[in-house]
């Protein structure tokens, strides 16, 4: 039902692969990313000519020609179907000496089902094989819990890159595994946040927006809920692609990364750089909304500890870049995926435990908040395909250069001991190298 992916160790060392375990064209990345470019642009076109309901019209006629000749001596061709026909097989079936007509007559719907094996016998018996399928039942039950976990509904619907499959072991600079028309037909994404990827999912809920609870945070790969269900100021029927940022105890930040449904309206099929305009513009024109009232659990059992979050309340969009240029990769983006990000975000006013019992008297009392500035730690690098939409599941279509390594064997995604160099690093040398080759090359010209 669903398909086989590699698992998370194997994908998070991929991008150490050698040059020699890419053995042709048909197994390289950027194979691969033609490909899934040009079905997704075959599956376009058939969801558009599929709307345009062409298929009506595919067998439409006009008849009989004016300018054919009449000659009468053929049979006329019957051009009607064969409906207006069943009536007349089903009165010949009731009449008991037709024979034929009986061999034709309509098959019960048990005996279909159940052939010669129809269900029969006391009730005794029934209750005893009733009894019999609940046990089964319950063994398959107990099967199914020891089982691999199934994905959810809205398990594994998250546009998942690929790492950059990158090699400097070439002398050609066009074959060092960076995309050739990086400059023209990518867009990057920087810097991405550390965090937990997930989808946020908002319901139409009855009472105030904003207040009632209307927004799910799902996991990405088996699409579980990651907490309870808390009020945001996002519409409902709305699906964002985001980031639960690795702090957000204590600065309530949900990361949005991508859009894929808003009111309803599906904004996945757009392509990318449509898509970052429509978050960054509709994100802008929501209200702020505040820290809870209620603390959490551990800050109520200790007033004196720092505010902590019980849910996400600030939604920060992922800066999207649609210069690619080398020289601004070199100048800007690499420097600006490396440096964490400060963020505005608003906090309850701390007040002291005689202040926090004269406001819980009140029923009345505002909470008073501050605006604070909190820094967001940076996980790395993101390149999407310019005319590429929105699919579930790894892709090709979107590439990951994390600054930190990941090791053969941690599934934590951590850097293994004594090793200092990330992706990102040879991501700048590559780009470095072409930028060198390409002032190599003007250089040659003028002389």
């Known amino acids: 039902m669903f398909p086989s992916r590699p698992s998370t160790s194997d994908r998070k060392s991929s991008y150490k692969a050698t040059p020699g375990s890419i053995r042709d064209a048909s197994s390289s990345q950027e194979y691969r990313r033609q490909k899934a470019l040009e079905e997704q642009k075959r599956r376009r076109a058939e969801r558009f000519d599929s709307s345009r309901q ?42 008991p000496a037709n024979g034929a007509a009986a061999l034709i007559a309509p098959v019960p719907v048990d005996a279909e089902v159940y052939g010669s094996e129809q269900p029969s016998g006391s009730g005794a018996s029934q209750k005893k094989k009733g009894k019999g399928k609940r046990k089964g039942k319950g063994k398959g039950r107990a099967k199914a819990d020891s089982g691999p976990q199934v994905p959810g509904k809205w398990g594994d619907k998250c546009m998942y890159a690929e790492l950059l499959e990158m090699n400097e072991d070439f002398d050609l600079v066009k074959s060092d595994g960076i995309p050739e028309d990086i400059e023209t037909g990518w867009v990057a994404v920087a810097p991405v946040p550390v965090g937990k990827r997930c ?13 009632v609870p209307n927004t799910t945070l799902r996991s990405r790969l088996l699409g579980k809920p990651l907490m309870k269900p808390f009020p945001s100021s996002l519409p409902p029927h709305t699906v964002l692609d985001c980031i639960l940022d690795d702090g957000w105890r204590n600065n309530g930040i949900l990361h949005i990364l991508d859009i894929i449904k808003w009111k309803g309206q599906d904004i996945g099929d757009c392509e990318t750089p449509f898509r970052f305009w429509w978050r960054d513009t509709r994100l802008s024109e929501l209200s702020v909304s505040p820290p809870p009232a209620s603390a959490s659990d551990s800050q109520q059992a200790n007033p004196t500890s720092p505010y902590q979050f019980s849910y996400p309340t600030t939604l920060v969009a992922v800066p999207c870049h649609t210069d690619t240029t080398l020289q601004n990769i070199s100048n800007v983006l690499i420097p600006l995926t490396r440096h964490p990000r400060r963020v505005s975000i608003t906090l309850p006013v701390p007040t002291s435990s005689t202040m926090m019992e004269m406001e819980d008297s009140s029923s009345a009392a505002l909470q008073q908040v501050q605006s604070v500035s909190t820094e967001i730690r940076s996980d790395g690098l993101l390149l999407y395909v310019s005319q590429s939409t929105y699919e579930p599941g790894t892709s090709p279509l979107s590439t990951w250069v994390p600054i930190r390594p990941y090791a053969d064997s941690n599934p934590h995604g951590k850097a293994p001991v004594g090793v200092e160099e990330g992706p990102l690093d040879q991501f700048e040398r590559l780009i470095n190298r072409r930028l060198a080759g390409r002032a190599g090359g003007l250089q040659m010209d003028m002389s």
């Open 54 to 95: 062409l298929d009506f019209f595919a067998n439409l006629t006009l008849g009989p020609s004016d300018d054919e000749d009449d000659t009468g001596d053929g049979p006329d061709v019957v051009r009607e179907g064969i409906s207006s026909f069943v009536p007349l097989i089903t009165s010949e079936a009731n009449t």
């Open 199 to 211: 989808l946020a999912i908002t319901h139409a809920a009855s009472g105030i927006a904003g207040i």
